[in-house]
């Protein structure tokens, strides 16, 4: 009779976890982990920042004068994923040498490091 009962609870468990985590995923409509896209992104002061903190990045480690030096327009889309911080995924356009292109650019933000920013990758959209 106790090996019903446990059984019996452990198939109740299962099928509570189950139901607990499709409802959650059908509450939120994102798994976690996943990417999520950043809305009004070109307003969006934050995301701007982040865009022009990834260039500004990259003209410091790469200093190329001002022929090869990368102007900052705008950050044109972004998402984020919750990680140990955030991560954003950025498309970001820009002047290089007199032309705009676009770069894609990861940004980590860990709020309660020193410093809070860092730049993961950056470089031009293949």
């Known amino acids: 009779m106790a090996a019903l009962h446990s059984s019996t609870f452990l198939t109740i468990s299962i099928l509570l976890f189950v139901c607990f985590l499709s409802s959650a995923e ?7 982990g996943g990417k999520t896209e950043i809305k009004n992104v070109k307003s969006n002061k934050e995301i701007q920042d982040l ?7 990259y003209n410091l480690a ?15 889309k972004a998402e984020k994923q919750v990680v140990s911080g955030i991560k954003y995924f950025l498309k970001v356009s ?8 676009l770069f894609d650019a990861t940004v980590v933000v860990k709020a309660w490091e020193t410093p809070s920013r860092s730049v993961v990758s950056f470089g031009p959209v293949d």
């Open 94 to 101: 820009l002047i290089w040498k007199g032309k705009p292109h």
């Open 26 to 32: 059908a509450l939120g409509g994102k798994k976690t």
């Open 51 to 57: 865009g022009k903190f990834s260039v500004d990045d």
């Open 62 to 76: 790469y200093k190329k004068g001002d022929k090869g030096r990368l102007i900052f327009k705008q950050v044109v």
